[in-house]
């Protein structure tokens, strides 16, 4: 194994064995979540600190709970309880976070780029938990992982991604990531969602009737709109955009039979996916939900630069 990245700022700098070495490590780490007693001492006295500078769930959890799961010291902060609301720059934050040596900061910023500036400005490691519209490694990464398990494969499979493609960090870190792997990607949105040239980022075709894009894929993966990056309204109606490119009963049978439905959450049921879809058969959103404190457990050990993952 040889993983020579200190950061993790996106999957553009990856290659397919960085990849492969995450998803076989993650895969690896997976069933100390399913143990009585979910803790190995892999990361033992490392200080790791989750800096979310916008809202979070599922990924603010899992980096949590993957840190101590490998007994790393994991603190949290928050923009709005930090001293940024009184004016301090990221960079100050950063300087003063690294003053009391951590050796991994996680960071979720509002701006594209954010986590790499960082990189350039600390010594400790970086872990990019999204950055603005540009970036969100770590979901791919559990996104590609999910899709493993469910089609033994990566390569060859059709995935179709609806929605908000302009505004997701969630689509660039997928096209990346799948395009490496072999796969083929379909995006599909209305006009003003598709940013122009998106096609050039890897194994893309650019859809704008969801039909045409979900037909015969293995894989379809719905976003949801972004209200918040929005400058403008994009869209006439949120009633308009379910009948256009929302996910419902009878479009999902357009895709192949054994298709799997993904969603990064957090979901907008009854606008970019019906309840019925949300919670039938063909879902593995759970799934993503679980494989992400695999994959990030993956990540924090990689790039901290322990030698062996202690795991039993
Ligand atoms: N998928 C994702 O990033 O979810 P959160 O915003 O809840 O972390």
Redesign the pocket.
Known sequence: MSFKHKHILGIEQMSKEDIEIILDTADAFKEINTRDIKKVPTLRGKTIINAFFE??????LSFEIAGKRLSADTVNISGSTSSVVKGETLEDTARNIEAMAPDIIVIRHGHSGAPHYLAERVGCSIVNA?DGAHE?PS?ALLDVMTMREHKGRIEGLEVAIIGDITHSRVVRSNIYCLSKMGAKVRLCGPGTMLPPGIEKLGNVKVYTDMQDAIKDVDVIMMLRIQMERQSNIMLPSLREYARFYGLNPTNVKLAKSDAIVMH???MNRGVEISSVVADGVQNVILDQVENGVAVRMALLYLVSGVESMQTS
């Open positions: 809202a979070s769930t599922r990924t603010r999204g969100h979901q990064p959450g957090p």
